[in-house]
């Protein structure tokens, strides 16, 4: 959730979200055109990207020596890309590909998958569990569940009646979210055992298209965007009888009084009102775009992240302790310059200490807390953690961009 990669019509281009005002533009490459998938490796300088032009082909840089690591031709369109410190999956509309990311060797075929039009897959950006998701029927919403470390199938989650629509781990991947294509409810199991662990509810009215579902990095929150103007924010916790007493709230009020009625009502709709609630929402003025999500911290703050496909990125307040409409602060475009307009004037002045070209002149192994808030691959989720220095160095991969990923003959 420090970087944004966006593919156009005449290349890609990568973004770091380390600000609101100002949206500092990484990279930018015009070799490829109409690139339709562009995956970076966390915030390193290994990136693979697709174009349209060559579907079947998948290309590997190393983009700060502007040099090609290897690339590798499959049987059909490659549908999806996901990538983290240990493995690399590619996805097929009927296989799956995993590869070793320390020297690109293909691991495992996962032949004859049910058919997978969109090539929905989830990858755990822990690589001590890198599990991978992906649907195990087209008819239902049934999750297969693989250990990408040891190459063997874990399990199968029957989550969803009809067939599923998106997939997402939580940042240990000791948590996986998932809706299917009538996108009213979100449920969350635990893995690797497939335990369900909570419900949302998005909505009654009507059937949506869930295109983004993500966790924030500390596992308190679940975001969920779709083709309507909404993006619904879900916190998980388990609301017990022995919590404090609510405050006398008009919601407070009326969840009471729904509680109570639920006891007249029938199994089928005082299951529906018991759901979990949205804990906080918000209503973007666009509709019908697809569109992607991220919980991130920026400046010290939590924020919303929405990237829509028309090209622009929507920076939002949430209030983590109160939830409600979360406040939109910033709008930048992506297709321009690369920032907004209101940053142009400030251009002849000094760089602020902490941007992006700074941190890259003062070369660290280590991420600042700030940037990777309350992460650790190694499955901790304490707030202010960040990556231990050694798990940069272990085998051959050299993640910073002093050092050039290791070269591969293919």
């Known amino acids: 959730c420090s970087s944004l990669a966006i593919g156009t019509t005449t290349g890609y281009r990568l973004f770091s979200l380390s600000s609101v005002e100002q949206l500092d533009q990484v990279h930018e490459s015009n070799e490829i055109p109409d690139v339709y998938i562009v995956e970076r490796l966390f915030s390193s300088s290994l990136v693979v990207v697709v174009s349209h032009a060559k579907p079947h082909q998948m290309n590997v840089y190393h983009f700060k020596k502007g040099t090609e690591i290897c690339n590798y031709s499959y049987s059909s369109n490659i549908l999806s890309i996901r990538l983290n410190r240990q493995r690399l999956v590619v996805c097929l509309e009927e296989a799956i590909y995993i590869h070793n990311i320390k020297d690109m060797k293909l691991l495992k075929t996962i032949m004859d998958t049910p058919p997978n ?12 569990n890198s599990y991978l998701a992906y649907p195990g029927s087209s008819t239902s919403g049934e999750i ?59 909505g009654m009215k009507r059937y949506v298209n869930i295109s983004s579902l993500v966790f924030s990095m500390d596992s308190q ?41 639920t006891n ?37 703050l939590p924020r919303l992240l929405v990237t829509t496909s028309d090209g622009h990125l929507y920076i939002y307040n949430l209030d983590p302790q109160d939830g409600g409409e979360c406040v939109l602060i910033k709008n930048h475009s992506l297709l321009g310059s690369g920032k907004t307009e209101e940053n142009k ?13 700074a941190t890259v002149a003062r070369q660290s ?11 650790s691959e190694d499955g901790g989720a304490l707030r202010g953690e960040v990556i231990p220095e050694h798990e940069f160095a272990t085998g051959p991969v050299c993640l910073d961009d002093e050092n050039e990923f290791p070269p591969v003959s293919i």
């Open 221 to 261: 929150f679940l975001c969920a965007s779709s083709n309507t103007e909404t993006v619904h924010i879900f916190k998980l916790e388990h609301l017990t009888d022995s919590r404090p007493e609510e405050p006398p709230t008009w919601s407070g009020y009326m969840g009471k009084m729904f509680q109570a009625a």
């Open 117 to 128: 039009a969109t090539g929905l897959c989830a990858l755990s950006i822990n690589h001590a």
């Open 264 to 300: 007249y009502l029938p199994a089928q709709v005082s299951g529906m009102m018991s759901q979990d609630r949205a804990f906080a929402t918000v209503r973007l003025n666009i509709s019908g775009q697809r569109n992607i999500c991220a919980l991130s911290t920026i400046q010290k």
């Open 345 to 357: 004037e400030n251009d002849l002045q000094p760089p602020v200490p902490q941007s992006y070209a």
């Open 144 to 202: 297969a569940l693989y250990d990408g470390n040891t190459l063997k199938t874990a399990c199968t989650i029957p989550a969803h009646d009809g067939p599923l629509a998106a997939l997402a781990f939580n940042s240990t991947g000791s948590k996986l979210a998932s809706a299917s294509e009538k996108g009213t409810v979100i449920r969350v199991f635990s893995i690797p055992g497939g335990q369900k662990l909570y419900e949302f509810r998005r």
């Open 365 to 375: 192994t280590v991420p600042s807390a700030s940037t990777m808030p309350g992460y």
